[in-house]
């Protein structure tokens, strides 16, 4: 005997049911909640990198700079202002031309000037950093000449700092610099008087 399907059953078989659409709902839910989640951690995680990476960016920066100025100076003088580790470069005892570093709470401040007229500022935003200017030598003259160093010193909170060295809780980054003429620059300055 062969059976027919009146249209009424056939049409109940195509459709879907309740049960199925609740499943579908839920393995979205599932899988949105997943992806969800994963995106918030990966944004938290991007942060975090950033907020470890930048400071270091402008203590990359800082050096360079300072490298770059001490190298052309021939006199440093530090100093306080304000309580603030202040540190002045001159080309010589006459020169009205100086830059300056001033280390303040979460920053340190390069401002380059020719007498009263201000050619240059940039800030390096170290924050939660204590930075210190410091004369190499034992006995700490107030002035240094070429030839002799002084120590940028630079101290920050670091819990879990692997790369630097551990200090209990802080960690100190020290770049030394020497006054006077850098022996990069003056083989690159014959290099290319040279014929």
């Given at each position: 005997m062969i059976r027919t399907q009146s249209p009424q059953s056939a049409h109940k078989r195509r459709g879907v049911s309740l049960v199925h659409l609740l499943i579908v709902i839920t393995c979205t839910g599932i899988i949105t909640t997943a992806a969800i989640t994963t995106i918030i951690s990966m944004i938290r995680?991007?942060?975090?990198?950033?907020?470890?990476?930048?400071?270091?960016?402008?203590?990359?920066?800082?050096?360079?700079?300072?490298?770059?100025?001490?190298?052309?100076?021939?006199?440093?003088?530090?100093?306080?202002?304000?309580?603030?580790?202040?540190?002045?470069?001159?080309?010589?005892?006459s020169s009205t031309r100086r830059v300056t570093y001033l280390a303040s709470h979460n920053e340190v401040i390069r401002t380059e000037t020719d007498g009263d007229k201000s050619l240059n500022s940039e800030a390096y935003r170290l924050p939660d950093w204590t930075v210190r200017f410091e004369p190499v030598s034992t006995v700490k003259p107030s002035s240094i000449t070429v030839g002799q160093s002084l120590t940028l010193t630079c101290e920050h909170f670091a819990p879990n700092s692997s790369t630097a060295k551990d200090i209990g809780n802080r960690v100190r980054d020290r770049v030394i610099v020497t006054l006077g003429l850098d022996h990069r620059h003056a083989n690159a300055a014959t290099t290319e008087a040279t014929p």
């Open positions: 995680s991007h942060g975090r990198v950033a907020g470890n990476w930048l400071p270091q960016y402008q203590l990359l920066r800082l050096t360079e700079a300072l490298r770059q100025d001490t190298h052309a100076a021939r006199i440093a003088d530090i100093t306080t202002q304000d309580n603030a580790p202040l540190l002045t470069l001159k080309t010589s005892s």
